[in-house]
């Protein structure tokens, strides 16, 4: 089971912090990562952090505003800190986990790497 919480309305340039925990399963060692989708959009690849050595990945658009980071002492527990926020952000963002595959440099941004998804948590930015 993955669940996300965290998200609301907000106004442009305020923070936010997006939470996923991970259960059914030790995660420990697989790539959780979020994902958004922006109403008539498809749903597009935002940050990742690997299992083994906690490699990060970003989506260009959120490069230097965002940052994702595991829970130290529980590695099923994911974060999404969103700082400057626009509202070009606004969207459901949805936590994804992979269990079946390496998540690489070559994979990270591909919804098909990713086996378990949450149902989403609204953010929305207003200008």
């Known amino acids: 089971q993955v669940v996300e919480s965290g998200g609301g309305l907000v106004q442009a340039g305020d923070s936010l912090r997006l939470s996923c925990a991970a259960s059914g399963r030790t995660f420990t060692s697989y790539g959780m990562g979020w994902f958004r989708q922006a109403p008539g959009k498809e749903r597009e690849f935002v940050s990742v952090?690997?299992?083994?050595?906690?490699?990060?990945?970003y989506a260009d658009s959120v490069k230097g505003r965002f940052t994702i980071s595991r829970d130290n002492a529980k590695n099923t527990v994911v974060y999404l800190q969103m700082n400057s926020l626009k509202p070009e952000d606004t969207a459901v963002y949805y936590c994804?986990?992979?269990?079946?595959?390496?998540?690489?440099?070559?994979?990270?941004?591909?919804?098909?790497?990713?086996?378990?998804w949450g149902q989403g948590t609204q953010v929305t930015v207003s200008s």
């Open positions: 952090i690997t299992g083994r050595g906690g490699t990060t990945y």
């Open positions: 994804a986990v992979s269990v079946y595959s390496t998540i690489t440099s070559y994979t990270y941004s591909r919804a098909g790497a990713y086996d378990y």
